[in-house]
């Protein structure tokens, strides 16, 4: 029987508030709205100053790194409160590819003895580099690993444009490869969320020999499983981060919004769109923070944790997105207006590290509760 010291904390510590102040603070400063719809529209959206302040300036880079290895030795609450933030900005940063997804990768290879691992995770922690896993954005914790072969071209590869090193799985381990290196190749693709660029990325096998070997074939198919989840679990909030956003938008707008001499959010039908969006985000909030908490203390549940959390935070942030290009009227539909940007990234982070229909296949499975027809696993 579960017990009151069993429960996740939902809460939010005052450690957290004061780091959330601290990132709103530089994304509303030098990382605005505005600013990312400037970059977006110059094929280049990544702000490398901004990504210095928040990875070595914060030190959010290093928040899942432990202390001995140059990082803040904090948890994945943490990290979630700066996705959160991120994901109100729909800053483009690689933060969830890097320094959530790679470095958990990289922490299930071992870190003893001062080896490469070690070395690489203190360059992530302290903002000098920047390393991707090379495996498809919609790449789920439970679902085959892609064809990652020397020479295949691995396709939908996040923030690879930005990567200094890629972690590629080999036949015989994991290996960093740095992009640099001649052998490698990082080609744009045009994606539909303007803020997380994709690539395809090759690397042949002369590069791949010539890169750093990590881990062991085991060894690196756990750790990898165990980054994507992460990446799932904490991806719920940055979902959420923009849901809110979106809502406070849209609360916003249609109480500033008047016609026929009344803002146009006192309408009953608004009302009643808004306060079950309200319903939405709250609960929302509760699947993140309880993923965040169950990964921060290592939980059983973490795989149902994060099923949940994806199950539900992905279709939330998208029907958050709808709302707010809807009830902002012929404003939302402009270019001008970031509602877009909001409505690509969601319908991009719905079927990122996995999509909804698979965390629930996932859930279902976990809670015995299997689809009409499907056995129990």
Request: hydrophobic share 45%; glycine share 10%.
């Amino acid at each position: 029987m579960s017990t009151l010291d069993d429960a996740p904390d939902l809460l939010y510590s005052e450690t957290e508030d004061d780091l959330r102040a601290a990132v709103r603070s530089l994304l509303t400063g030098r990382g605005d709205i505005p600013a990312a719809l400037d970059r977006a529209e110059s094929g280049a959206p990544y702000d490398t100053a901004l990504w210095t302040s928040l990875a070595a300036g914060i030190g959010a880079a290093g928040l899942l790194v432990p202390e001995p290895l140059g990082g803040q030795g904090a948890s994945h609450r943490e990290a979630a409160v700066v996705l959160e933030e991120l994901g109100r900005a729909v800053t483009p940063a690689p933060y969830l590819t890097s320094s959530v997804i790679a470095t958990h990768t990289l922490l299930g290879c071992g870190t003893g003895d001062g080896g490469a691992v070690a070395k690489l995770l203190s360059a992530l922690a302290e903002g000098r580099t920047v390393a991707v896993l090379a495996v498809p954005l919609s790449t789920g914790p439970d679902a085959p690993l892609p064809d990652t072969a020397p020479g295949a071209a691995i396709r939908a590869v996040a923030d690879a444009a930005i990567a200094d090193v890629l972690l590629v799985i080999g036949h015989d381990g994991l290996y960093a490869v740095e992009t640099a290196a001649p052998g490698v190749t990082v080609r744009a693709q045009t994606p539909l969320d303007l803020t997380r660029p994709l690539s395809t990325v090759t690397v042949d096998a002369a590069a791949l020999t010539a890169g750093t070997r990590l881990a062991d074939a085991g060894t690196a198919e756990a750790a990898v499983r165990s980054g994507l989840l992460t990446g799932a679990g904490l991806l719920a909030s940055e979902q959420l981060g923009l849901a809110e956003w979106c809502l406070e938008e849209t609360v916003r707008h249609t109480r500033e919004r008047h016609q026929f001499n009344r803002p146009v959010g006192s309408f009953q039908a608004l009302k009643h769109r808004m306060a079950q969006l309200w319903l939405e985000v709250v609960s929302a909030r509760a699947a993140a923070r309880n993923a965040a908490d169950a990964l921060a203390t290592d939980s059983s549940g973490v795989p149902l944790a994060v099923a949940v959390a994806q199950a539900y935070c992905g279709r939330v942030a998208v029907h958050a997105a709808e709302e707010c290009v809807q009830l902002h009227g012929g404003i939302g539909m402009t270019w001008e207006h970031p509602a877009h940007l909001y409505l690509k990234r969601a319908k991009s982070a719905e079927i990122a590290l996995g999509s909804t229909g698979s965390h629930r296949e996932r859930l279902a499975v976990l809670t015995a509760l299997p689809a009409p027809g499907r056995p129990t696993a």
